[in-house]
């Protein structure tokens, strides 16, 4: 059956390839190396469907699963791929050398993430998690010339390395005490143990405290504010995106096989994820209320999302598929919501350079398609009708509120609308706060002399309009996004408005991959 295995060895090849050409093409011409990754990706998802629809197989004697749910996962990290290369290829060749290490090493964190959502043992997941998480530290530290990158990076490899520590750690501990490392195998000794050992007991709080610290879940989260700040744009997005995704699809089907048909254990250990959700809701939405610096804004917000979906993976039954599939829904629908963000985001970097809250005054005026789209991402973030953000919190805390936890559901939508007040203040920068004034020629040219003296893009100090709107012949001009960019953005808005109207053909595909990790729901 090496053959299902053909996405993944093409994936490999792959990256390696783009990493060759890194050599051997010019430097003006190295952004098409981003858009041959992405030619690339879109291919490689297109021939995972044509081969792996409808197979149910186990490999390497059950360590992989190839079914509906891997398939899922696998065209979904596919995409978001795609969807970052593409947001990435203008900020690449702006900001950063070496495009083709850059998008090789993307490649081969889709790679991790694909190998994530197949894993059905404990260290094949954990291997795969560290393919994904060595990508990730070099992708933070990319922009060398930014302090704040290497800082943010230097916190974000000595706390993953910690956590990779703590992670292994209770895995062996699982192992002394069960003899077996495959899901299914856990799920049948915990069904035969007369009693839990406090080994296994602190073996499995060490694995729930590492994967949370890949999750960025309260109280493991403290990494992620300066990782997110420190990164370039594109990484932020995609370790909010993307690799919160993969953590989700690793947890989910860990839980699933493992421990949720051992309802009797199961019951006892909820309680330990319901207080990781609530935390996470609650110190995420309200420490982001104090955030000025978009980034961080936003690494608190995902936080927050993170508690939503931990809610949904607390309430797994072994009889249902409504918390499964309100997991992997809220997924897609978190994951659109905030390509769209990131990606009108990225698009204003490019053009200012800023990427505090109050450099996005007066935006509706300068750029009104990048201001409409950040603020439609965010009210579907927060949660409001009509967008896919309402209909993913509808669906998640319908099944939270089913399985008993009101309390929860409530607190979920407590914090939401927490969450959509952080959301207003960034719009009411866009809408309601005047343009920037464009300086007087002298100072535009000391400003440029500046730049060009520094290497540095970035203006501190800005002079705003009177409370009136000037003409927007005193704007400061912004250029208008790349082909790239604007297509980016325009099919995220459409997903996000679509999915949020008629969601019923994505949530047959969600059931599937559901059903083939919980044959009983």
Do not use: C
């Not at 993953?160 to 077996?180: H, K, N």
């Not at 947890?251 to 096989?257: G, K, S």
């Amino acid at each position: 059956n090496l053959h299902l295995l053909t996405p993944e060895f093409a994936l490999a090849g792959f990256a390696l390839v783009v990493f060759l050409l890194d050599l051997f093409v010019p430097n003006d011409r190295k952004h098409l190396l981003g858009w041959l990754s992405a030619l690339g990706l879109v291919g490689l998802a297109v021939l995972s469907v044509l081969m792996l629809s409808g197979e149910k197989e186990s490999l390497y004697n059950g360590l992989l699963a190839v079914d509906d749910y891997s398939l899922f996962f696998k065209v979904f990290f596919l995409a978001i791929g795609v969807f970052i290369i593409l947001s990435s290829i203008d900020y690449v060749k702006l900001h950063l050398n070496h495009p083709g290490e850059f998008y090789g090493l993307l490649l081969f964190s889709i790679l991790g993430m694909n190998l994530m959502a197949m894993s059905r043992e404990l260290l094949t997941a954990y291997i795969s998690l560290e393919l994904l998480s060595f990508s990730l530290y070099v992708m933070v530290a990319y922009a060398l010339g930014n302090p704040k990158s290497n800082e943010g990076s230097l916190k974000y490899i000595i706390i993953g390395a910690l956590s990779s520590a703590i992670l292994l750690y209770g895995i062996s501990m699982v192992y002394s005490t069960l003899g077996v490392t495959k899901f299914e195998a856990i799920a049948q000794s915990l069904i035969d143990l007369s009693s839990v050992s406090p080994a296994l007991w602190a073996g499995l709080a060490l694995v729930i405290a590492g994967l949370g610290f890949k999750l960025a879940a309260v109280p493991f989260h403290m990494w992620a504010p300066d990782a997110y700040e420190g990164a370039p744009l594109p990484v932020t997005a995609y370790l909010a995106i993307a690799s919160k995704a993969a953590a989700f699809a690793l947890v989910l089907r860990l839980l699933a096989e493992a421990f949720v048909p051992v309802t009797e254990r199961w019951d006892q250990w909820q309680i330990i994820i319901v207080v990781l959700a609530a935390l996470s809701m609650v110190v995420g939405n309200l420490v982001a209320l104090a955030q000025s610096n978009l980034k961080r804004l936003m690494a608190y917000s995902s936080v927050g999302h993170v508690g939503y979906i931990l809610a949904g993976i607390a309430v797994l039954a072994p009889d249902s598929l409504m918390g499964a599939n309100g997991v992997i829904f809220y997924l897609v629908g978190y994951s659109v919501t905030s390509m769209v963000v990131f990606a009108a985001l990225i698009a204003f970097f490019n053009a200012t350079g800023q990427e505090e809250i109050p450099d996005l005054a007066g935006l509706a005026d300068r750029q009104p398609f990048l201001a409409m789209a950040i603020a439609i991402g965010l009210f579907s973030l927060s949660g409001l009708p009509i967008f896919v953000g309402f209909t993913i919190k509808f669906y998640l805390f319908t099944a939270v509120a089913n399985e008993g936890y009101l309390w929860l559901a409530g607190l979920a939508i407590l914090t939401s609308l927490i969450s959509l007040y952080y959301y207003l203040q960034v719009i009411r920068q866009m809408y309601i706060q005047p343009a920037l004034v464009a300086p007087a020629q002298s100072d535009h040219d000391e400003v440029e002399a500046e730049e060009g003296a520094s290497g540095e893009g970035e203006d501190d100090e800005h002079t705003h309009t009177p409370a009136h709107h000037e003409s927007s012949a005193d704007y400061i001009p912004l250029p208008r996004p790349s082909a790239a960019l604007i297509f980016v953005v325009a099919l995220g808005l459409i997903a996000t408005i679509a999915l949020g109207v008629y969601p019923a053909p994505l949530l047959e595909l969600v059931e599937a991959a559901s059903a083939a990790i919980i044959p009983g729901g």
